[in-house]
């Protein structure tokens, strides 16, 4: 019968060969980047005697720097027919009207349940990628869980806009929000 020193001993090194796994299983991935991946590459300028050029972080496009086209491209032909002729001040009442002022405002500095339209226009140019800004707001109306803007939840705005509105009141709608923009139109 083996002694008690002798398990004790055989636990503490089968304790200890855990230990060591775990604490390899653990260890950082050598080849994971834990520095800018660009490093490498200013390195090897600074190496050949090269000017390091640190790449300006770049400015989101703003709506004004949009041609026509690109604003209203991708919309459904009737819905654009109808934005053609929009009254953006009648959007502004059936923002009133339909309720979406109790979620939504104008002033960035007001909290509410849905993002803010502070310059929404603007916002809606990189919103999703390859969607012009009116097609996003067709969608974010028509279609609220298409795109779920970051940090706000999903399923609180009401998803039957569609339904209650008519092709020229969502036009409407989607013009006014385009005037939110920081060029001011
Ligand atoms: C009950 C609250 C509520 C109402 C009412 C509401 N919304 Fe929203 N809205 C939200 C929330 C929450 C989000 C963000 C989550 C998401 O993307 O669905 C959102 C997102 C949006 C966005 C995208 C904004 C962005 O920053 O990308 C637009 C545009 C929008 N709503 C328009 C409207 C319009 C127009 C109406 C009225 C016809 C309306 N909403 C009514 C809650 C609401």
Avoid at 39 to 50: D, K, P
Avoid at 140 to 147: C, E, K, Q, R, Y
Avoid at 149 to 161: H, K, L, S, T
């Amino acid at each position: 019968m083996k002694s008690l020193r002798a398990r004790r001993f055989g636990w503490i090194m089968g304790l200890s060969l855990v230990a060591v796994l775990l604490l390899a299983a653990c260890a950082p991935d050598p080849t994971a980047l834990i520095i800018s991946p660009q490093l490498g590459e200013q390195m090897a300028a600074l190496e050949a005697g090269n000017e390091v050029v640190v790449a300006a972080p770049t400015e989101a496009p703003k709506l004004a720097d949009l041609a026509p086209e690109a604003v209203t491209a991708g919309l459904p032909d009737d819905v654009a027919a109808a934005l053609a002729s929009a009254d953006p001040a009648n959007g502004e009442q059936l923002a009133l009207a339909r309720g979406c002022v109790g979620c939504h405002a104008l002033d960035p500095a007001v909290t509410m349940t849905g993002p803010t339209w502070h310059n929404v226009g603007d916002t809606a140019v990189s919103r999703v990628p390859g969607e012009s800004p009116a097609l996003y707001f067709y969608h974010s109306i028509t279609n609220p869980n298409l795109f779920v803007v970051p940090n706000y939840p999903a399923n609180i705005m009401p998803a039957n806009y569609s339904e209650q509105l008519s092709t020229q009141e969502l036009a409407d709608l989607i013009d006014y929000l385009l005037q939110q923009n920081g060029a001011g139109g």
